[in-house]
């Protein structure tokens, strides 16, 4: 009750009666559930981030994780000389004549008869059961056998691709039920698979293709790679490296170390603060309009993604370079030039050696960020079925149309076929990998050469 | 003035009230032994100033008086310190309660950025002393009044407190501190970065205040010590070197350490 | 000559010329180096840069104009009967150049040799078939114009590269012999080449500048370009975006809709990461022990430093999905709210994910220039951490705030690859945010990768998208960072 009297006369009450210190005063209870709450409310905000990442993380390895393995059938295929060497005289050139339409009649009757061995009766024809495997299988007999000639006329053993239905099956993706609209597969076929998987002639083991291959076509998502696209992502981060580290460094030395402070640097220094935080896809139209409408540098090219690239990275690495420039104190440059050196000479010789860890630094994070850009590749038109064929050299390379990682899984996300989405998914397993190896070297860097002054 | 201080220290050492009560407190930061072994006590409605050299533990030892230490994680203290017979470290002792009734006033001036009015209500409205408005802004008259600020800031209350001058600021900071109507002013070199003039409109203040609170007040200059303190308590390297009239420390102190100090042969 | 092998000649002469500077100014001095005025590398520097910079400078300039010079000159000789077949001078003018470096491949391939390039006739030959067999796809057949046209084009071409040599290895020899006279030993070669480095240093500064005005020009030229074919208050005001590739008559392309989608789809990311990153940035500045904030933080930043694919396929294979299953017909929670997995609330939900970490680690970085005398002043009187967050240091660092909200904003508006997958195709004005709708940028993607060509107006209002986007991304940059540094200016 004494409480109560305390608060009907508070101003003086509170100064003169003295409540004992372990009593506690009434009011405080709420609001120390106040401050419980608030600190609820920072550890939910946390928990929540934190989760998202990891609901991220699961989603990414459970659903990227399968694309690195797929399904293949071992196959003994008859190569038989009339039909792939009509002419007989083992030329390749000669035997190159037949199409991989030529190759068809000899698996499919390698796959009747493998069956027949395994004790599988079907009613299925050849042509039906040939739905099991992946079409690039004759296109993989092909060249095998234009790259072996003399193994015209015997049998021979093959590692075929299963098609992407069946792999689908054996990972889960494509159920009996879902079957019951393809026109690829059906029920009967899945039989089939299940006993061919208990013989051991269908088997699913690691796609080192996915990893080093190429893009394929729509209707062949299991021979689909990412190798191709990688190169296209090297060449462009090799561009941006070569370009934005001298670029970007010479610009930091020369706000942070020489410029007056009028009205030139300022322009600089806003116009590089605004370009950090212009969206990406403003650069894409820039690449699109600058380098490809109007300098006819060609589209889809590694280097036009590159000059894109460094334009957007730039500011990153700028931001980063003065970072570590301002933090090497005076003191080196007043002693450099106490001792007669000039400015440039004091900058080049002690202050820019100092710096270089946290340049480096700066720009890996700035080449990660790019490595993981996509917008602007798509308006220079590094996206679609291009990554078909790696570069035949470091020219082709930079020059000829190809895509980049992030553009290829955005390829493989737009496509019907849900098996590209598995390997859209594992593509970021890639991407991603890619990423942490840079964020840990730059920590590393940072760590190791850390400078307290 | 010197003479007035001293006359009311002899006549408050007859009937002294002990206010604050501090046997064997110990202060660390992580490893560092801040504060050893400290015993003291303080005198209600008294000034009482902590002098030594810098890093001896002064300030160290007025946070501890009202937990502000807590604040930071590394810091432990050990032993006891009593308000009115009661240990503030107790377990039962809810720290956010004492620091209203211990206030503190801060080195430099830390005046929120929030309009003069509201820096002063915000220690009666966070602690819910006041019902209305009316209350509320007698009780901010009333504090800036006693702060000695009222005069110049009346027609300017909605204006924010940075606006004001250091001086100004600081006499703002001691209004927020007295709003809570605290029994213990804790002062922390109050008037390092002000200029004389401030300084001496501040000390005037604190001589005023001593009708009402207990104050103690840490200071790097003799001077201040001399002209504001009844009592002093001289620390050097986290120890209690000597503690007693001001008169006494100064005039004829029982330590050479203190001694030294005064004269300015160690600082 | 080829251009690397230009490049690589006038490297040797710079290297040649270096050697050559610096003997020569050690001669000069009698051998006695300290009666030069420099260092003799300064001298060997001096030469390399005079036999360089001018050359390249020269080669970069006539790179640029080169083309559009010939370009001129060639479009002009087409016949008015091609251009009617092609649609526009432009387009017969690339169709001129496909042939013209498909004729080169094929020489380069040796299909053709050169004089069959210049003289072959469509009469007597099938050139597209020849050219096919080498592997370059041409769209059409060739008439016998556009091949006359190629042919003259790559004579000229031809010439230009030529005298392009010429001019660049004289001008790189002229350089060198001058860089050479001058090295003597009172020439003050160490202060001509920092001049010289200073100036590459103040051009690499200035490439921002020249970004900023590259920008602002690709955009106006084709929104300039855009607006003399499409009515200007059309595009601004117009309630409906049916873009059609095909039809000949101006299809609706009014951009409301899809800044509407775009602002809905920002303002619900901002309301999943204001809070989140807000809350989260106070516990770990304010609350978290160092080793809580050490793990914490970074874990955090991670979702910031994952490419914006990766949420695009997250929001379309993931998030989309999910949220049928909940709000779609026969959900989870019976209602029948959302048709499909790409919606307003999908990429919205999504892009906020994406956007905490950036909020939290910019609150972080303004809670934390608040001064600690605020929270000792507020703690001091009693507050408890809550009310001292609350009512002091929130308060304290609302500009700031204020200008990072600012900033994601603006990151909401311009993020293209979430909302690519995620949002939807369809420009719609509607409420509802289990509704598909499309944004400036996903469009800005479908406009340009399509396959209308770039002067039919689909492919052009593009550009007057990214016109629009860029203006208001810029607006919303200088205010957030104006904001932010009069804010860090307050308590520095």
Redesign the interface.
Known sequence: MSDIATRDIPVKAAAETTRSLFERDPKIKARWNAEGRFRAYGIGAISIGLMFLVVLLVTIIGNGLPAFTQTYVHLNIELKASKLDPKGNRNPDDMAKVMTFGYNPLIEQALEEDLAKAGIETDMKASALRKLLSSSVASQVRDYVLSHPGEVGKTVSFEVLASGRVDGYLKGRVTREALAQDKNLDAAHLDIVDTLVKKGIVERRFNLDFILGADASDSRPESAGIGVSMLGSLFMMLVVLVLSLPIGVAASIYLEEFAAKNWFTDLIEVNISNLAAVPSIVFGILGLAAFIQFANLPQSAPLVGGLVLTLMTLPTIIIATRASLKAVPPSIRDAALGVGASKMQAVFHHVLPLAMPGILTGTIIGLAQALGETAPLLLIGMVGFIASNPPTDLVAGFLHPNSAMPAQIYEWAKRADPAYYERAWGGIIILLVFLAIMNIVAVILRRRFERRW | MEARATDQAIANADHEVIKIEARGVDVYYGEAHAIKGVDIDIAEKTVTSFIGPSGCGKSTFLRAINRMNDTIDSCRVTGTIKLDGEDIYDRRVDPVQLRARVGMVFQKPNPFPKSIFDNVSYGPKIHGMVRGKDEMDELVQDSLRRAGLWDEVKDRLAQPGTGLSGGQQQRLCIARAIATKPEVLLMDEPCSALDPIATAIIEELIDELRENFTICIVTHSMQQAARVSQKTAFFHLGKLIEEGATEEIFTNPRDKKTQDYITGRIG | MLLPAVVVVVLLIAAFGFVLGRQRAIAGAGGDISKLHSLPNYYGFNVAIMALLPAFLLLVVWL?VQ?MIIESQIVGQIQERTVESYGTRGLAFSEV?RLADGLDIAVERGAMSAEQADSVRTELTDIRNRLGEVGVALGSNVSADILYVAQHYRVLNAAASMARTIAVLALALAGAAYGLWQARPDFRA?IAV?RT??G???S??????L??I??A???I??TVEFFRIYPMQDFLFGLVWQPSFTSDTLSPLGIVPLLWGTLYISFIALLVAV??????A???S??A??GVRAV?KP??E??A??????Y???A???VGPLLVNVFGKGGALGVDWMQGGTAVITAGLVMG?ML??FV?SLADDIINAV?Q???????????????T????IL??ALPGIVGAIL?AA??A?????IV??GAGAAGRLSLNPFDAMTTV?AK??SQ??GDAD?TSPVALV??AL?MT??IF??GL??LA?YIVRKYREQYE
């Open positions: 640029v083309p150049r160490r920092e480095s200073l590459l240093l103040i690499a500064a200035s490439l921002a500048i970004t900023t590259g920008i020009l690709s955009l030229f084709n809070p989140i990153g807000l809350f989260a106070v516990y770990l304010e609350y022990s160092s914490a874990l955090l991670v979702l430093g994952i490419p914006t694919i990766v695009g396929l997250f379309l294979l993931t994910i905490i970490p939290s001064p005398a605020m929270r000792d002043g507020s703690l001091g009187l009693g507050a408890t951490q809550s009310e967050v609350r009512k002091v308060p304290a900033l603006s990151r508006i311009g993020e293209t690859m690519v997958l940028t800005i993607v340009l990768t770039f593009a550009f990214g986007l860029f991304t810029l940059n200088v960072l």
